[in-house]
């Protein structure tokens, strides 16, 4: 529902002919454009605002709230201003300037991104002009503080791949060559009575019963016992999860804990070590014994050894964010970038975090040695633990339906707290829980992507599983059983400009990238081919029905070919 007439101002600001159109930054520049809606999405309201954005100046246009986005419309045709905001992204609506306010466009809104970008609109300054799109933004944006559902219960789009049937436990299992003589698959937390937050069906040692795994819960943080991620299927060795012991001040121990650790070591008939590796930093991990928690002493597990990771918890990675958010949005202070983006430190958790995955495969893959990570809790160092060294280690992980089934496993099921730490639907933006741990995760994807270019493949569910050509990386070679090792070294780790800095347009690369062209260039021109053999299959059909030995489809041949550059 867009406006048919230019709408007249009364503040001087607002019809200062000074005022320029923003330049297209990802936003499309089609005449006419409507508010785009998915099915279940409708208007709420919309008003006559001033974009002020902090390249090129203010832009007269509408702001259209829906209950999925906010979405602006220039007032201008040649070009046409158009943006959308997903009111998910939103972390923050503040009100800017009052009634009585001075200066040219100082009464408005002022909104915080959770995606490293702030917005701006300036409103006509009358009494109230902004209360009711101040309070619709606000009651859609954070549906959950407005007792509303989130818009992903009310998206009515039907695609033809259903997502939910990605991940199977029991066919991942199997897969992985499970249950096996030393593996059982145990269904004591079938009615997730064992812990709330650990998946239905796990993975335990053969030669353990459900006493034995009742015993070890209650000397693990939330009962998250260690339960098997991933199976090698050369050596046997596996990589376990959990969270940390309950030793606490006293330094309790726990004789089951010890002995189904001792059982793990002896599932892969290998005389070394079981290797633990606690995600924190070592003194964190002291520290935690104030509360109750604390680590795997090697006195009381003699047939361990505990590795400290280094990994800052939760609060250290959500600073570390506002820092970078701060020196790529809106301005990037060129002479002194590199010891700007140094003072964040964001580059270096992501090299302790890729460090940390690599010494897990390499233990595995290398040394045929069982693991147990854990951190705290285990639901988020360990997560991007255990998910990065299963994609180094297993092929299957770096197609996209691999992909898929591994953040289902490894993040989803394992209870990594999604809604908490991006603050889905909520209006706290200052809650302590809030951390980009998942970002941190598909940012060490990228570095590896970035790294080794001919093993990857990109991803994500049920729309991406129903284009799959639009989505599938040409130079992704299938290799089975090649562990694939990024390097973690700073010299070779970079800044993920076109996440962090798209919405800079003093920074990010005007030209699309060469070989993306390209890309697409020979897939449309695959396609048809593709189109073409089928018509001539139809067209001989007769000939071909008449042959004694009939070749693959035409489609099965050609995505057997691999795409040359």
Same mark, same amino acid.
């Given at each position: 529902?867009?406006?048919?007439?230019?709408?007249?101002?009364?503040?001087?600001?607002?019809?200062?002919?000074?005022?320029?159109?923003?330049?297209?930054?990802?936003?499309?520049?089609?005449?006419?454009?409507?508010?785009?809606?998915?099915?279940?999405?409708?208007?709420?309201?919309?008003?006559?605002?001033?974009?002020?954005?902090?390249?090129?100046?203010?832009?007269?246009?509408?702001? *259209?709230?829906?209950?999925?986005? =906010?979405?602006?419309?220039?007032?201008?045709?040649?070009?046409?201003?158009?943006?959308?905001?997903?009111?998910?992204?939103?972390?923050?609506?503040?009100?800017?300037?009052?009634?009585?306010?001075?200066?040219?466009?100082?009464?408005?809104?002022?909104?915080?991104?959770?995606?490293?970008?702030?917005?701006?609109?300036?409103?006509?300054?009358?009494?109230?002009?902004?209360?009711?799109?101040?309070?619709?933004?606000?009651?859609?944006?954070?549906?959950?503080?407005?007792?509303?559902?989130?818009?992903?219960?009310?998206?009515?789009?039907?695609?033809?791949?259903?997502?939910?049937?990605?991940?199977?436990?029991?066919?991942?299992?199997?897969?992985?060559?499970?249950?096996?003589?030393?593996?059982?698959?145990?269904?004591?937390?079938?009615?997730?009575?064992?812990?709330?937050?650990?998946?239905?069906?796990?993975?335990?040692?053969?030669?353990?019963?459900?006493?034995?795994?009742?015993?070890?819960?209650?000397?693990?943080?939330?009962?998250?016992?260690?339960?098997?991620?991933?199976?090698?299927?050369?050596?046997?060795?596996?990589?376990?999860?959990?969270?940390?012991?309950?030793?606490?001040?006293?330094?309790?121990?726990?004789?089951?804990?010890?002995?189904?650790?001792?059982?793990?070591?002896?599932?892969?008939?290998?005389?070394?070590?079981?290797?633990?590796?606690?995600?924190?930093?070592?003194?964190?991990?002291?520290?935690?014994?104030?509360?109750?928690?604390?680590?795997?002493?090697?006195?009381?597990?003699?047939?361990?050894?505990?590795?400290?990771?280094?990994?800052?918890?939760?609060?250290?990675?959500?600073?570390?964010?506002?820092?970078?958010?701060?020196?790529?949005?809106?301005?990037?202070?060129?002479?002194?970038?590199?010891?700007?983006?140094?003072?964040?430190?964001?580059?270096?958790?992501?090299?302790?975090?890729?460090?940390?995955?690599?010494?897990?495969?390499?233990?595995?893959?290398?040394?045929?040695?069982?693991?147990?990570?854990?951190?705290?809790?285990?639901?988020?160092?360990?997560?991007?633990?255990?998910?990065?060294?299963?994609?180094?280690?297993?092929?299957?992980?770096?197609?996209?339906?691999?992909?898929?089934?591994?953040?289902?496993?490894?993040?989803?099921?394992? /209870?990594?707290?999604?809604?908490?730490?991006? /603050?889905?639907?909520?209006?706290?933006?200052?809650?302590?829980?809030?951390?980009?741990?998942?970002?941190?995760?598909?940012?060490?994807?990228?570095?590896?992507?970035?790294?080794?270019?001919?093993?990857?493949?990109?991803?994500?569910?049920?729309?991406?599983?129903?284009?799959?050509?639009?989505?599938?990386?040409?130079?992704?070679?299938?290799?089975?059983?090649?562990?694939?090792?990024?390097?973690?070294?700073?010299? *070779?780790?970079?800044?993920?400009?076109?996440?962090?800095?798209?919405?800079?347009?003093?920074?990010?690369?005007?030209?699309?990238?060469?070989?993306?062209?390209?890309?697409?260039?020979?897939?449309?021109?695959?396609?048809?081919?593709?189109?073409? =053999?089928?018509?001539?299959?139809?067209?001989?059909?007769?000939?071909?029905?008449?042959?004694?030995?009939?070749?693959?489809?035409?489609?099965?041949?050609?995505?057997?070919?691999?795409?040359?550059?």
């Amino acid at each position: 529902m867009a406006a048919s007439s230019t709408p007249k101002y009364n503040s001087h600001s607002l019809e200062n002919p000074s005022i320029r159109r923003a330049p297209r930054d990802g936003v499309n520049q089609e005449n006419d454009v409507e508010v785009p809606c998915l099915p279940g999405e409708f208007i709420v309201t919309e008003k006559d605002v001033i974009y002020m954005c902090p390249f090129n100046g203010p832009v007269k246009g509408i702001i *259209h709230v829906t209950n999925y986005k =906010l979405f602006f419309k220039g007032e201008e045709t040649e070009p046409l201003v158009t943006f959308s905001v997903p009111l998910g992204v939103i972390a923050r609506i503040e009100k800017m300037g009052g009634a009585s306010s001075r200066g040219e466009n100082s009464y408005g809104l002022d909104i915080t991104c959770k995606d490293m970008r702030n917005l701006r609109f300036a409103l006509k300054q009358e009494v109230h002009s902004r209360k009711q799109i101040f309070e619709d933004l606000t009651k859609y944006a954070f549906p959950l503080s407005h007792n509303l559902p989130l818009f992903a219960f009310q998206n009515e789009e039907k695609f033809p791949e259903n997502g939910w049937s990605v991940y199977d436990p029991i066919n991942e299992f199997r897969r992985q060559g499970l249950p096996s003589e030393q593996w059982r698959v145990t269904f004591i937390n079938k009615n997730y009575e064992l812990c709330d937050t650990y998946p239905q069906f796990l993975v335990v040692p053969y030669n353990t019963n459900e006493d034995d795994l009742r015993k070890v819960a209650t000397f693990r943080s939330r009962n998250r016992i260690p339960v098997l991620s991933w199976l090698h299927s050369d050596n046997q060795s596996v990589i376990m999860r959990c969270s940390q012991p309950l030793v606490g001040m006293s330094g309790k121990r726990n004789k089951d804990d010890e002995r189904y650790l001792d059982i793990i070591r002896e599932t892969n008939g290998q005389t070394s070590k079981l290797t633990i590796y606690d995600a924190r930093p070592s003194v964190n991990a002291v520290a935690n014994k104030a509360t109750g928690g604390g680590y795997e002493s090697e006195d009381a597990y003699q047939n361990a050894e505990l590795v400290f990771l280094d990994i800052h918890n939760i609060h250290v990675m959500r600073e570390s964010l506002k820092k970078l958010k701060d020196i790529v949005y809106p301005n990037v202070e060129e002479s002194h970038w590199l010891s700007s983006l140094e003072s964040t430190h964001w580059l270096e958790h992501i090299k302790l975090v890729l460090t940390g995955a690599i010494q897990v495969a390499d233990k595995v893959a290398s040394g045929k040695s069982s693991v147990v990570v854990h951190c705290s809790d285990g639901w988020d160092r360990t997560a991007q633990l255990t998910s990065l060294a299963m994609l180094m280690l297993d092929s299957y992980y770096r197609t996209i339906i691999g992909f898929e089934v591994l953040v289902q496993k490894e993040w989803i099921s394992f /209870g990594h707290k999604f809604s908490s730490r991006i /603050g889905h639907g909520d209006k706290n933006h200052a809650d302590a829980d809030r951390s980009p741990i998942f970002l941190q995760f598909i940012d060490c994807v990228w570095q590896m992507s970035k790294q080794k270019v001919r093993e990857r493949t990109q991803t994500l569910w049920s729309l991406i599983n129903s284009e799959k050509s639009k989505h599938t990386n040409p130079f992704y070679s299938k290799e089975v059983n090649r562990v694939l090792y990024p390097v973690a070294s700073m010299r *070779h780790l970079e800044l993920w400009v076109n996440y962090y800095i798209r919405w800079n347009t003093r920074i990010r690369l005007q030209q699309p990238n060469p070989v993306e062209q390209r890309y697409m260039e020979l897939l449309a021109l695959r396609d048809d081919y593709v189109r073409r =053999l089928e018509e001539l299959q139809v067209t001989n059909s007769p000939k071909l029905n008449s042959t004694s030995t009939s070749p693959s489809s035409p489609s099965q041949l050609m995505s057997q070919l691999q795409t040359p550059f």
